[in-house]
């Protein structure tokens, strides 16, 4: 089992960055691949990001990709994520999960969850 914390959000202006945190409990953090979504309000969690247990694949939604990067850190159970060039749609509440089986893009696909953390971009 793997209990997920996130932070690092906050509020930034469009172009700024920020880096998403997410600290893993269990010694079997480095056994999972993850992944990061998001949910603005009145839609669907979206995903974001994912990578590979061994942090040597990473995987990115288009409306991201270039912009933000995954990253984990398996001796310190913490997954990263980093995002530049914010926009004001990236606004969202960001969850990491835990991959559980099948596609890395779908949310279904995850089991273990955190309780997000807000992040917000304004013009």
């Known amino acids: 089992q793997v209990q997920l914390v996130e932070s690092g959000g906050g509020l930034v202006q469009a172009g700024g960055s920020l880096r998403l945190s997410c600290a893993a409990s269990?010694?079997?953090?480095?056994?999972?691949?993850m992944g990061w979504f998001r949910q603005a309000p009145g839609k669907e969690r979206e995903f974001v990001a994912a990578?590979?247990?061994?942090?040597?694949?990473?995987y990115y939604a288009d409306s991201v990709k270039g912009r933000f990067a995954i990253s984990r850190d398996n001796g310190k159970n913490m997954l990263y994520l980093e995002m530049n060039s914010l926009k004001l749609e990236d606004t969202a509440v960001y969850y990491c999960?835990?991959?559980?089986?099948?596609?890395?893009?779908?949310?279904?696909?995850?089991?273990?969850w955190g309780q997000g953390t807000q992040v917000t971009v304004s013009s």
């Open positions: 999960a835990a991959h559980y089986s099948g596609s890395y893009y779908y949310f279904s696909s995850y089991d273990y």
């Open positions: 269990g010694r079997t953090f480095r056994t999972y691949a």
């Open positions: 990578i590979s247990w061994s942090g040597g694949s990473t």
